[in-house]
Nanobody
Framework: QVQLVESGGGSVQAGGSLRVSCAAS????????MGWFRQAPGKEREFVAA?????YYADSVKGRFTISRDNAQNMVYLQMSSLKPEDTAVYYC????????????????WGQGTQVTVSS
């Protein structure tokens, strides 16, 4: 049974930093593409970052967010810096069996999400 559990969300002021983590079980993340998505109230879920053999970022977070993985620990991380109020959302971790994707349809497994709130 595949499980993805996010943690590390919270509240931070604009300009601050936060790291969210994703613990995977039932799957070896070294063989999957891993992604982070987010969903703000009243908006659709949107791509944030993904990692496989390389990394890819949404334009809105490029230069501010960094995705990384620890295959030995089966963990994926999203380091967020220079946070803005528009980064406020529930952040979801996802695992996909196919090559790196920037769409939700490209992922097979999802976590429950962790809330990130950025105040101005």
């Amino acid at each position: 049974q595949v499980q993805l559990v996010e943690s590390g969300g919270g509240s931070v002021q604009a300009g601050g930093s936060l790291r969210v983590s994703c613990a995977a079980s039932g799957v070896s993340i070294s063989t999957y593409s891993m992604g982070w998505f987010r969903q703000a109230p009243g908006k659709e879920r949107e791509f944030v970052a993904a990692i496989s053999w390389f990394t890819y970022y949404a334009d809105s977070v490029k230069g501010r967010f960094t995705i990384s993985r620890d295959n030995a620990q089966n963990m994926v991380y999203l380091q967020m810096s220079s946070l803005k109020p528009e980064d406020t959302a529930v952040y979801y971790c996802a695992a996909g069996v196919r090559s790196l994707s920037m769409t939700a349809a490209g992922y097979n497994y999802w976590g429950q999400g962790t809330q990130v709130t950025v105040s101005s």
